[in-house]
């Protein structure tokens, strides 16, 4: 059973950093690209970013480039997502999300973690 | 980039039938579009991708065959049949280019 469990939220300051982290669990990690998705409370869904399988290629949204870095150690099945420098228009839950490829490609997101609340403010 | 339109709520009577529309910006009507299950304090669950030829690959893990799709011009649908109790969701739709609707939340009456 495919299992994807966030964590690493919470309160964060405007400007400050945190860092979430998704265990996988069920399925060959390395195989897949896996991205972070969030939603902002009373509103919808938002692509932040993805990881191809390897790990050698990343892609972001324009909302957070330059800001996030997602990153991932296939030997500890685990996704990250630091956050630096994140402001109030950040606060969402953060769910990270699995790809049916090994590449990024195609959006579709097959499975999902419960996600993890983070909430920027002062 | 294409913009997803949903209507923000619906509902239907259980035991009923109800078809929930994801609709295109004009320009789009080649794309494909996903819909995605998301249970209230749950994460979402993939459902099925949809084209205009109707479902595009397979349907997510445990989905019932009560729940079916049709794309047409700029619109793409979900039906679910003989609505059940858990079937109460919000239901997003999302673009194979990584743009989501707002969201449609069912009711079951």
């Known amino acids: 059973e495919v299992q994807l469990v966030e964590s690493g939220g919470g309160l964060v300051q405007p400007g400050g950093s945190l860092r979430l982290s998704c265990a996988a669990s069920?399925?060959?990690?390395?195989?897949?690209?896996m991205s972070w998705v969030r939603q902002a409370p009373g509103k919808g869904l938002e692509w932040v970013s993805a990881?191809?399988?390897?790990?050698?290629?990343?892609y972001y949204a324009d909302s957070v480039k330059g800001r996030f870095t997602i990153s991932r150690d296939n030997s500890k099945n685990t996704l990250y997502l630091q956050m630096n420098s994140p402001r109030a228009e950040d606060t969402a839950v953060y769910y990270c999300?699995?790809?049916?490829?090994?590449?990024?490609?195609?959006?579709?997101?097959?499975?999902w973690g419960q996600g993890t609340l983070v909430t920027v403010s002062s | 980039q294409p913009v997803l339109t949903q209507p923000p709520s619906a509902s239907a009577s259980l035991g009923a039938s109800v078809t929930l529309t994801c609709t295109l910006s004009?320009?789009?009507?080649?794309?494909?579009v996903d819909w995605y299950q998301q249970r209230p304090g749950k994460g979402p669950r993939f459902v099925m991708r949809?084209?205009?030829?109707?479902?595009?690959?397979s349907k997510g893990d445990g989905i019932p065959d009560r729940f079916s799709v049709l794309g047409s011009g700029l619109n793409r649908y979900l039906t679910i049949k003989n609505i059940q109790e858990e079937d109460e969701s919000d239901y997003h739709c999302?673009?194979?280019?990584?743009?989501f609707g707002g969201g449609t939340k069912l009711t079951v009456l």
């Open positions: 999300a699995k790809s049916g490829t090994m590449v990024f490609y195609g959006y579709l997101f097959d499975y």
């Open positions: 004009s320009g789009y009507s080649d794309y494909k």
């Open positions: 990881i191809s399988g390897s790990g050698g290629s990343t």
């Open positions: 949809v084209g205009t030829g109707g479902i595009v690959g």
């Open positions: 999302g673009t194979d280019h990584g743009v």
């Open positions: 069920g399925f060959t990690f390395s195989s897949y690209a």
